[in-house]
């Protein structure tokens, strides 16, 4: 079994006993490790280095939105003619919709109260939808 | 007599730069509530949602002035809270009965702006709402189950496309209390209403934004800890049929999933009705 060769350094590095500044692999170590301006936040080629092409560090993370799909719908992902097609399905249920009636207030308790009473009175555990409708009547509530 | 919460929406039609007074929502009001004195009435919190930016502005006599009072500005197709947390922490504006709020929106000229305003009672009588705090729930919470409805909303600003909790999954454990932590929207509109009679039969809601899920989630429950009172809504599952939730929303309209979380509870857990405190000035709800 050959032996694992490990290197304290790799090729290029200033502390290598086989430094050479002349070497390619010094040149490239350099490239990537010194900058004239001071330390690096990322190396370079790193992809959220600023100078590496097609890094996305301007990207805006827009809620909802995949920013690689922009043109897909937020939120849901849908395609623009998925999106088409449930505006159309949308435009007829919307047709249908109605504003929610309007309630008058009730006691809760006074309500939960007589719930409990009537179910009792009827030896049952649950009221039926018809018992309990009968019963918001009779508390003066629309059913 | 009881706490009860209501949430109140309404709507402005092609305000442009002009700050327009809301319609608000058939059958609510911007008249508070005629109530004990004693008590208090509480803005906890408000929301708008503009296709086109503008500016959300609540005054009143009774609140700190008439001119600009509570004025903030409501960005483009983003349904959060302007105000008052809830989130870690908050303060509620004091209101006071049979004060009429004038709840002013501007946006855009060609559009039908959208505001909402959830407004707690300490003590409302003939209402009673059936609400707890977090001691409670956590000392009788059993199981998180998800109650989710799909509502299709009306495109004229008023709440609409009711539907029972259980239209879509009728998995509810029979005669059993459930409280409503919050709630979560897939859709953006300006608010999602539950009404029971649990409640009172008024409407309790959260922000109908669906990037702010992680904060309405658990809207009521966020608002339990700020206040360290009762906001969570309860409701018995026999009453499930006549527990609707609805949607008001612009004049785009849409179709809603609301996915409600909800928290079983052992049974005979909560108090047939929380009542606050009496409230002096510079207290907080109680």
Redesign the interface.
């Known amino acids: 079994m050959a032996a694992i060769v490990e290197d304290d350094y790799p090729k290029g590095h200033p502390a290598r006993c086989d430094y050479d500044p002349a070497s390619p692999e010094a040149r490239e170590w350099a490239r990537i490790n010194i900058h004239p301006r001071g330390e690096r936040d990322f190396p370079v080629g790193h992809p959220k280095a600023v100078d590496t092409p097609g890094n996305t560090n301007t990207t805006v993370w827009v809620a909802g939105v995949d920013p690689k799909h922009t043109e897909l719908e937020a939120f849901s992902g849908r395609t623009p003619a998925q999106v088409e097609g449930l505006r159309a399905v949308y435009a007829e249920r919307a047709a249908l919709a109605q504003p929610t009636p309007v309630r008058k207030p009730i006691d809760a308790h006074a309500f939960n109260s007589a719930y409990q009473a009537k179910c009792g009175q009827l030896g049952v555990c649950e009221l039926s939808i018809q018992q309990y409708n009968e019963l918001l009547t009779t508390l003066g509530q629309q059913a | 007599m009881?706490r009860a919460l209501e949430c109140i929406a309404g709507f402005a039609t092609n305000p442009g730069a002009t700050l327009t007074p809301i319609t608000v929502a058939?059958?609510q009001s911007a008249t508070i509530r005629g109530t004990d004195a004693g008590k208090g009435t509480w803005l906890l919190n408000t929301w708008a949602f503009n296709a086109t930016a503008g500016e959300e502005r609540i005054t009143s006599p009774r609140l700190h002035d008439q001119v600009q009072g509570i004025r903030n500005r409501v960005t483009a197709a983003q349904a959060v809270p302007l105000i008052s947390g809830p989130i870690n922490d908050a303060f509620a504006q004091r209101l006071y009965a049979q004060d009429n709020l004038t709840i002013s929106l501007s946006g855009g000229a060609g559009e039908l702006d959208c505001a909402a305003l959830l407004i707690a009672y300490d003590d409302l009588a003939?209402?009673?709402?059936?609400f707890i705090d977090q001691p409670t729930l956590i000392k009788n919470g059993l199981n998180l189950v998800t109650a989710e409805v799909t509502v299709?909303?009306?495109?004229?600003g008023?709440?609409?496309?009711?539907v029972a909790i259980n239209s879509s999954f009728d998995n509810l454990i029979?005669?059993t209390d459930y409280a409503i932590i919050g709630g979560m929207t897939?859709?953006r509109g300006c608010a999602v209403?539950v009404?029971g009679?649990?409640?009172?039969?008024?409407r309790v809601g959260f922000p109908c934004e669906?990037?702010i899920r992680n904060l309405t989630q658990n809207w009521f429950e966020q608002l339990s800890v700020a206040y360290s009172t009762s906001f969570m809504p309860v409701f018995?599952s026999?009453?499930k049929?006549?527990t609707?939730i609805?949607v008001e929303t612009n004049g785009a309209?849409?179709?809603y999933i609301v996915n409600l979380q909800l928290v079983q509870l052992l049974p005979g857990s909560v108090p047939?009705?929380a009542t606050g405190q009496a409230t002096t000035p510079g207290t907080q709800p109680a």
Do not use: E, K
């Open positions: 009881g058939t059958g003939g209402v009673s709402g059936r299709t909303a009306v495109v004229t008023q709440w609409g496309g009711g029979a005669n897939d859709t209403g009404t009679v649990d409640f009172g039969n008024l669906p990037s018995n026999a009453n049929t006549q609707i609805d309209g849409g179709t047939a009705a």
